[in-house]
């Protein structure tokens, strides 16, 4: 993991008021209206469907707002067209953005769960069956999100909304969605990097954890 800059370094004005360049592809695809497994959709009916692979080796991070599904990559490929997304960040201001997460969690089995399990089955749960997934009030949504905002470079987390995102499905179940908004002080840029190009949290892979500055400009991609 990127060490935090020395105190000494962020004290220095020069370093304080440089601004830092995020950059990636970014394009958007229609979310039909009945889908809610964006994973599927997208890897399976789309990009595989359509013999796009350069997104097998790469990661793409992804968000709905249920009309159009945002994809941002650090790939290219000559059959979709892509915008370039950019956002400049700096030490010395507050960054504002938005992140989606889930009203869900994954989490182990309790003392008691894994008892009932092995009456019934003979054996100790593991692998999946040691965990199952617990929906969440939009306050330790929130609690989650700082843990993995913090882990991103930032601190000083202050949530400014929250709004009701679209429904979707994560390992089967449906599950619901908040829009959060929020403040924050960067401290490490590299980690932060890191994170706007890779997302946040545990259920990137199904819609979640991408980081949205607010004022990011990039040209107007297309939908494919």
Not at 139 to 155: H, Q, S, Y
Not at 194 to 223: C, P, V
Request: aromatic letters at 10%; one cysteine or more.
């Amino acid at each position: 993991m990127t060490e935090y800059i020395p105190r000494k370094v962020i004290n220095s004005r020069n370093d304080m008021e440089r601004e830092f360049t995020l950059t990636a592809n970014y394009f958007a695809v229609n979310h039909p209206y009945h889908i809610n497994d964006l994973h599927s959709y997208l890897f399976v009916q789309l990009f595989s469907k359509n013999k796009v692979n350069c997104f097998q080796k790469k990661k793409v991070i992804y968000f709905t707002n249920g009309d159009y599904i945002f994809i941002r990559t650090q790939v290219s490929d000559e059959y979709i067209s892509m915008a370039v997304e950019t956002a400049k960040i700096c030490l010395s201001k507050k960054i504002v953005a938005k992140v989606m997460v889930a009203l869900n969690r994954s989490v182990a089995l309790n003392t008691a769960e894994i008892e009932e399990y092995r009456n019934k089955n003979n054996c100790l749960p593991t692998g999946k069956h040691g965990k199952r997934r617990m929906n969440l009030s939009v306050d330790e949504a929130k609690m989650f999100a700082t843990k993995a905002l913090e882990n991103a470079g930032v601190r000083n987390i202050e949530y400014l909304s929250n709004t009701s995102g679209p429904q979707l499905k994560i390992c089967g179940f449906d599950v619901d969605t908040v829009d959060l908004e929020f403040s924050c002080d960067l401290v490490d840029p590299e980690l932060f990097k890191e994170a706007w190009l890779n997302g946040i949290g545990r259920d990137k892979i199904y819609g979640f954890g991408m980081i949205r500055i607010n004022g990011t400009a990039h040209n107007q991609s297309k939908t494919i």
